[in-house]
């Protein structure tokens, strides 16, 4: 299981437009470095034995159950992930596993088999890159501009494990700062409590 130290907050239209003019480079900021900038498609199916969050939660459910399948322009691929999730000063931590899967709709076939129903599904346009302050250029982090279910937001996230979580939190803070976005109205809800499943 690898660990991963997430920030997710909601952004205006302004924010967006405005963040999206940085990272496809049509506006130049100094403070950050951009690698890897990819548009990706993702449609995420999760499955679970409860009807509600509350029965999830009560009887020990893993946090994630879920198939995704992302379109990043040269082909799709759908992947398999199990999560679990714990939330720390309203900073969220995963543990995960994910497995590429060949045929999604065995997998479907195999949870409407096993009583599993399709809890929600989440569509997610994104724009994707790598992200260094100059200033830190050891420290990068992957980045997501979003439009989840319409609902624009930044997630940005370190996989690695070769730093204390304080200083991935603050790292992860900084960046979001020279963004022009205010760490501290980060959204630790789960989408589906977002997007109110």
């Not at 990068?140 to 979580?165: C, F, G, M, Q, R």
């Not at 020279?178 to 589906?192: C, E, F, H």
């Given at each position: 299981m690898s660990r991963e130290i997430e920030l997710k907050v909601p952004l205006t239209c302004e924010q967006f437009d405005q963040i999206e003019k940085i990272l496809t480079q049509k506006e130049q900021l100094s403070s950050i470095r951009i690698r890897g900038l990819s548009h990706i498609l993702k449609s995420d199916e999760y499955f679970s034995r409860y009807?509600?969050?509350?029965?999830?939660i009560k009887n020990n459910e893993l946090r994630v159950i879920r198939l995704r399948t992302e379109n990043d322009g040269k082909g799709e691929k759908s992947f398999f992930c199990i999560k679990r999730k714990t939330i720390e000063n309203d900073v969220e931590f995963n543990s995960e596993k994910e497995t590429f899967v060949e045929d999604a709709d065995v997998l479907r076939d195999f949870f409407e088999a096993s009583g599993f129903i399709k809890w929600f599904e989440k569509k997610k346009d994104s724009i994707s890159v790598y992200v260094t302050l100059s200033e830190k250029p050891?420290?990068?982090?992957?980045?997501?501009?979003?439009?989840?279910?319409?609902?624009?937001?930044?997630?940005?996230?370190?996989?690695?494990?070769?730093?204390?979580?304080d200083q991935v939190r603050a790292g992860l803070e900084q960046i979001l700062?020279?963004?022009?976005?205010?760490?501290?109205?980060?959204?630790?809800?789960?989408?589906?409590?977002?997007?109110?499943?």
């Open positions: 009807h509600t969050h509350e029965e999830r050891d420290f990068e982090a992957h980045l997501e501009l979003e439009k989840v279910n319409s609902l624009p937001y930044v997630e940005i996230e370190y996989t690695k494990e070769d730093l204390p979580a700062l020279a963004l022009g976005v205010d760490p501290k109205k980060r959204d630790s809800r789960s989408w589906a409590e977002i997007l109110e499943c």
